[in-house]
């Protein structure tokens, strides 16, 4: 279709109209190719008339000439329960001068999930009238994605916010430099932020935004600030929201958890840049043995096109925190249990059970037995209740959970006290995911993580965007008491970038350091694999080295940390075996392994001249 004008009168309209339709899908967008080209072409719009609603919703809009070519324009439209339909506009000033045309109209993901015969398992609910089976992830989410409303149905309205009333029980943090604003229909600025609202689809809807434009400036942050939450015991507390990020200088929108009141907490997902005109749906998964709350922080980029949306805000699994008011102020001092530190650093509970250890023994917490504190981080469990290994290193780290498996960086601990490895603007390792990149650092940062394959998956990485050239940041284990011979540590690495730094493995005693492996420059883009011996070796660290490069253009990173038969000897009284060489301590190893230049008799009589 195309318009052919052949008069001059002013304000002329060109219309061309959609059937009705009588409802649309919770996934539901509209496509369509569009050509305007000319030298006083002019605008067009696509128009949204919902039944019942006096006010038309603007959709789309081209606003001058685009060139001689097929533009595609993709179009949320998402659940619409009454009746509609579209008017594509174009009105003539006057002169007009080009040619204005549509072709291929497409409409995807429109209809309703259909009925199912069953609805099997705890994931799964099955719809009162429409009987279609959706996922429960989809229940009390504000959205209607059964046709009947029977996933909205007894939803705790304490729980969800679609900000039509407000702000419900979020609150604006005191502690940012601006607030978030409700508001329905387009921002001020044309091509950033929502032009309708997620719950209703139309310009009668609301939702909250930042707005980007002066007095803002660079980086500064407006954050809401969620209820409190109880502790999620086993169970799993999710929270679902719609996010809108749209225009050139979108900067940055976080969400974070707290236990305390005067911290920001630990971030759980960000997002970076502009995402296009749409609404995006975001899960996240809570888990916290504390009561807890979060934030959501939206962050101004360097302009006034970065305005950001939110809507549609819910919890699933969750229950407000139903303290006493003593114990609420208690967790907004940042209250924790008793705890007492030992001369080596690490918290144990105040109480230990009755025992006649000495102070150079371990005490066993379940027992009370007594055992050497050589035993203590060895990769081997000493007492019944393993508490000997549970400040230690962790034999195998994913990262997974953001699980950090007792490693720490020290350097940063020993100059800010409370150090968090997601605060202070230094050279540092930090966790990250390919899902919460930012478009610069897609070029030489993993995409996927190792463990899993996926954006999803957890890796521990280098962030060069902070620091200077030559700065270094460390990784390190707890203090390892004792390993045995075939110890070694195998790790996956990820160098990629045209200024990637390097990577150094080193193990630190009491007095000294040594370096066991390294690597520097780009590797490529991709998982490499690497293999460290250790061997026997008592009372030492092992130490990840990052070094920067000359610019933020390569970030290193590690993942899959795994230490392989490390436990010490264990010399038993059986005798050996015709295949095996008694070690002058009494130890069995294979024949195989001797004069291997390895120490596997850990007294070294296997590596003996006379043999």
Request: glycine share 8%; charged share 20%; hydrophobic share 30%.
């Amino acid at each position: 279709m195309f318009i052919l004008k052949n008069s001059n009168s002013i304000s002329q309209i060109a219309r061309l109209q959609s059937p009705k339709f009588r409802q649309s899908g919770t996934n539901c967008t509209l496509s369509f190719w569009y050509y305007n080209h000319g030298r006083s072409v002019g605008a067009a719009e696509l128009q949204l008339f919902v039944d019942g609603l006096k006010r038309p919703t603007v959709l789309w809009r081209t606003y001058y000439n685009e060139g001689n070519q097929w533009l595609k324009a993709v179009i949320q439209l998402g659940r619409l329960p009454h009746p509609f339909q579209f008017s594509l506009e174009k009105i003539s000033l006057g002169f007009y001068d080009g040619v204005s045309a549509i072709d291929d109209i497409r409409f995807e993901n429109c209809a309703l999930s259909p009925p199912a015969l069953s609805c099997e398992g705890p994931n799964h609910f099955w719809c009162r009238e429409t009987n279609a089976c959706i996922d429960s992830l989809l229940v009390c989410d504000l959205v209607d994605d059964c046709g009947d409303g029977s996933d909205e149905d007894n939803c705790n309205p304490d729980l969800q916010c679609n900000f039509e009333n407000g702000l419900c029980n979020w609150e604006q943090s005191v502690m940012d430099d601006f607030d978030w604003k409700k508001k329905k229909s387009p921002t001020p600025t044309v091509n950033t932020g929502p032009l309708k609202d997620h719950t209703t689809g139309t310009v009668g809807g609301h939702y909250i935004y930042m707005e980007s434009s002066e007095p803002r400036q660079f980086q500064d942050k407006a954050i809401l600030l969620s209820p409190l939450f109880n502790p999620s015991g086993n169970g799993t507390c999710v929270f679902r929201f719609h996010y809108h990020m749209f225009g050139r200088q979108v900067y940055k929108l976080s969400v974070f958890q707290r236990t305390v009141s005067n911290a920001m907490g630990w971030p759980l997902w960000y997002k970076f840049g502009n995402q296009e005109n749409r609404w995006i749906r975001q899960i996240l998964h809570i888990s916290s043995s504390k009561p807890f709350q979060i934030l959501v922080e939206g962050t101004v980029g360097d302009g006034f096109t970065g305005d950001i949306g939110l809507d549609d805000m819910s919890f699933l699994g969750c229950t407000l925190y139903n303290g006493t008011q003593q114990s609420v102020a208690l967790f907004f001092k940042g209250y924790l249990p008793t705890i007492s530190t030992t001369t080596s650093g690490t918290s144990v509970p105040a109480t230990l059970p009755m025992n006649n250890c000495t102070e150079k023994e371990f005490v066993c917490r379940a027992s009370g037995d007594c055992i050497q504190m050589t035993q203590k981080c060895d990769f081997r469990p000493d007492c019944s209740d393993k508490s000997d290994e549970s400040d230690c290193v962790m034999e195998v780290c994913d990262f997974e959970d953001k699980n950090q498996c007792g490693w720490h960086q020290p350097a940063l601990e020993q100059t800010s006290g409370s150090y968090s490895i997601y605060n202070t603007n230094i050279f540092k390792w930090k966790l990250g995911r390919g899902a919460n990149l930012y478009p610069e650092q897609e070029q030489h940062s993993p995409l996927i993580d190792h463990t899993t394959f996926t954006e999803e998956g957890w890796y521990l990485f280098a962030d060069s965007s902070n620091g200077e050239f030559g700065h270094t940041a460390d990784f390190a284990t707890p203090v390892i008491s004792l390993t045995g011979p075939r110890c070694k540590i195998i790790f996956w690495n990820h160098m990629n970038g045209s200024t990637i730094g390097s990577l150094e493995v080193l193990c630190k005693t009491s007095n000294r350091t040594s370096k066991l492996w390294t690597q520097s420059g780009s590797q490529g883009a991709q998982w490499n694999r690497a293999e460290v011996f250790l061997g026997i070796r008592s009372n030492f660290q092992v130490i990840f080295r990052a070094k920067r490069g000359v610019s933020y253009m390569g970030d290193v990173a590690v993942d899959d940390i795994t230490f392989e038969d490390c436990s010490p000897l264990v010399i038993s009284d059986k005798p050996c075996t015709s295949e095996e060489f008694m070690c002058a301590n009494k130890y069995c190893i294979p024949k195989n392994n001797l004069c291997d230049f390895v120490n596997d008799c850990a007294d070294n009589s296997d590596e003996s001249p006379t043999i």
